[in-house]
């Protein structure tokens, strides 16, 4: 009776299943894509890229790349949106704060690893973090690489094609992975893509060296990219776009005061984009973005943006 029924519940499942063409993937999802298929034929893997029931690790990942790594691993592993389940393929974040209780929060997927029955994939910062546990039920742990010119070339080319220069290339090679969707994008020249990618890069190392004071902000920082040159920002993104808009009508005399709204706080790990993202706030606002000594708010991944006259 019970055999019956899960026959029975998994045919339901397999008919719900969405059998759509898969959206392309963003040129950061490619590179992270590349990346993993590189890092499995190392290991021997190959059976992984038939699709095939499996459990792996993926080491190497930055909290900033989660998403394309997400997206890449995905797709190698096969994924199908079921019905309003979501994917039949499960990928598992364990980098940044998400490291804390690791082998509890682990144990369920370790047992399914076992049983071989499982396509699912878990995101880890550093080898410090595989268990013993996971690293022995686990068909395999695969460490990825740097990005290189090549990956990056193709994703130019199969995205615009056409692609920059060995410089270039080295250029965007340099940034954070879940930043190249703001460089490279369909019928965008070569040259737009580069000055994009200095302006990004500029901000990245603005924010890995912030100022300890307002009056001394670096040329580099009021000359970094605008909100309009980012992509993926989702809600926080609305909301800027929102600000720039309540601020023209308020020049313009349309709205008063106090209709603009007052500010934001932003929050997240080290690394994922608050500073940068205030500053092309600032920019695309006309405002001289500044830098507010906050100590105890670096440490703890905060980032206040406020409107002021």
């Not at 096969?78 to 994917?87: E, I, P, R």
């Not at 040259?191 to 901000?203: C, D, N, P, V």
């Amino acid at each position: 009776m019970i055999t019956r029924y899960l026959f029975e519940e998994k045919q339901r499942i397999d008919a719900r299943k969405s059998r759509v063409r898969r959206a392309p993937l963003a040129p950061s999802a490619m590179i992270a894509r590349g990346l993993i298929v590189r890092a499995l034929r190392r290991a021997g893997l190959h059976h992984v890229l038939h699709n095939l029931p499996c459990t792996i690790g993926i080491v190497g990942v930055d909290a900033g790349a989660v998403t394309s790594i997400t997206y890449g691993a995905r797709d190698i592993l096969g994924a199908w949106v079921v019905g309003s389940l979501g994917h039949d393929v499960s990928i598992y974040d364990r980098t940044g704060s998400r490291r804390r209780n690791l082998d509890k929060d682990i144990r369920s997927l370790i047992v399914e690893a076992a049983k071989g029955g499982d396509r699912s994939a878990v995101l880890l910062g550093a080898m410090d973090d595989v268990s013993p546990a996971f690293a022995a039920s686990a068909e395999g742990i695969v460490v990825l690489e740097p990005v290189d010119r090549a990956l990056v070339k193709a994703a130019f080319m199969v995205t615009a094609k056409r692609a920059p220069g060995p410089e270039g290339l080295d250029l965007v090679t340099s940034l954070p992975l879940d930043l190249i969707d703001s460089v490279i994008a369909p019928r965008r020249s070569v040259e737009r893509s580069l000055g994009i990618a200095k302006r990004l890069l500029a901000a990245v190392r603005s924010e890995d060296h912030p100022v300890e004071d307002a009056a001394e902000v670096p040329e580099e920082l009021a000359d970094g990219p605008r909100l309009e040159d980012l992509s993926g920002l989702g809600e926080v993104g609305e909301w800027g776009n929102d600000l720039v808009r309540d601020l023209d009508d308020y020049r313009s005399g349309t709205i008063p005061w106090s209709d603009v709204d007052r500010g934001a706080l932003v929050a997240g790990v080290p690394g994922v984009g608050k500073t940068m993202f205030a500053g092309a706030l600032a920019r695309s606002c006309g405002i001289p973005p500044t830098s507010t000594p906050a100590r105890a708010g670096r440490r703890a991944g905060i980032s206040a943006i406020s409107s002021s006259r």
